[in-house]
């Protein structure tokens, strides 16, 4: 877990001042971190959160095109007492494929939940996570506390179906990917057995289902919680900034000396 200070200075302007942005950090990527330390305005904030609602949708796409096939070869487990061998190496293909997008939707799923947590604490008053109206900072650390409990019992579900695939906790599997070829070495040793691809087939469509419905709910999140609202954001920020452009339009040393005296009428 990281805890880290936003310095985003044009965003320190629309916060409210009694809220420090500090953010808590679990699993979140290391490219996160380096995007919100080059954010400076609305645009920037909502380019990254459009970024990653993007990336969600394709990850979405991905593991339900592997989700439909381990369905099918649920099917066939059930049906048969041993799958032929050239089926076992597309099983095999396609449980790599979802435990790489099982990674990849997990390191999403800290980023956008990092991202939950800069909305909040820059704009409390919209009230993303409820009730945050002139809240104090420790009310607003205790609400984003609570959301990220929420996605931390998520993240725990999916684990212990991601375990019942692989035989794995979260940590082992992610070790085991760093060496592709020790990785493919256990798929052969689990999917040896009728007993271990049945187990593999059906707790590996359990995970692909559960993938699916979480990058829909962080679709969901990114789309309709933080977007729209921070649409109006940007919208305050351009009226300030064309305020500020014209004031110091009107400052100008040349507009001021091209400007006519007007006699005295006294």
């Given at each position: 877990?990281?805890?880290?200070?936003?310095s985003?200075a044009v965003?320190v302007?629309?916060?409210?001042?009694?809220?420090?942005?500090?953010?808590?950090?679990?699993?979140?990527?290391?490219?996160?971190?380096?995007?919100?330390?080059?954010?400076?305005?609305?645009?920037?904030?909502?380019?990254?959160?459009g970024?990653?609602?993007?990336?969600?949708?394709?990850t979405?796409?991905?593991?339900?095109?592997?989700?439909?096939?381990?369905?099918?070869?649920?099917?066939?487990?059930?049906?048969?007492?041993?799958?032929?061998?050239?089926?076992?190496?597309?099983?095999?293909g396609?449980?790599?494929?979802?435990?790489?997008?099982?990674?990849?939707?997990?390191?999403?799923?800290?980023?956008?939940?990092?991202?939950?947590?800069?909305?909040?604490?820059?704009?409390?008053?919209?009230?993303?996570?409820?009730?945050?109206?002139?809240?104090?900072?420790?009310?607003?650390?205790?609400?984003?506390?609570?959301?990220?409990?929420q996605?931390?019992?998520?993240a725990?579900?999916?684990?212990?179906?991601?375990q019942?695939?692989?035989?794995?906790?979260?940590?082992?599997?992610?070790?085991?990917?760093?060496?592709?070829?020790?990785?493919?070495?256990?798929?052969?040793?689990?999917?040896?057995?009728?007993?271990?691809?049945?187990?593999?087939?059906?707790?590996?469509?359990?995970?692909?289902?559960?993938q699916?419905?979480?990058?829909r709910?962080?679709?969901?999140?990114?789309?309709?919680?933080?977007?729209?609202?921070?649409?109006?954001?940007?919208?305050?920020?351009?009226?300030s900034?064309?305020?500020?452009?014209?004031?110091?339009?009107?400052?100008?040393?040349?507009?001021?000396?091209?400007?006519?005296?007007?006699?005295?009428?006294?």
């Amino acid at each position: 877990m990281k805890k880290y200070l936003l310095s985003l200075a044009v965003l320190v302007m629309f916060a409210t001042p009694a809220h420090a942005l500090t953010v808590t950090c679990t699993n979140c990527s290391t490219n996160l971190v380096q995007l919100l330390d080059r954010i400076t305005s609305m645009e920037q904030l909502q380019n990254v959160i459009g970024q990653y609602h993007e990336n969600i949708q394709q990850t979405a796409q991905q593991i339900r095109m592997v989700q439909q096939n381990i369905e099918q070869y649920a099917n066939m487990v059930q049906n048969t007492m041993q799958l032929p061998a050239n089926l076992i190496n597309e099983v095999k293909g396609s449980l790599t494929r979802l435990s790489i997008l099982t990674s990849k939707l997990k390191t999403q799923r800290g980023d956008i939940v990092a991202l939950g947590e800069v909305f909040n604490s820059l704009f409390p008053e919209l009230n993303f996570l409820g009730g945050l109206a002139a809240s104090t900072p420790e009310q607003v650390e205790a609400a984003n506390a609570r959301y990220r409990e929420q996605w931390d019992k998520w993240a725990e579900t999916v684990d212990q179906a991601s375990q019942a695939t692989f035989q794995l906790s979260g940590q082992q599997l992610e070790e085991l990917q760093k060496d592709a070829g020790r990785f493919d070495q256990y798929l052969d040793e689990l999917l040896s057995t009728p007993d271990g691809q049945q187990k593999a087939i059906m707790a590996g469509n359990q995970l692909s289902a559960l993938q699916v419905q979480e990058a829909r709910q962080l679709r969901e999140l990114m789309a309709t919680q933080v977007q729209s609202n921070l649409a109006s954001q940007m919208k305050a920020e351009k009226e300030s900034q064309m305020s500020e452009e014209a004031w110091r339009n009107t400052l100008k040393t040349d507009r001021i000396g091209k400007a006519k005296a007007k006699a005295d009428p006294f």
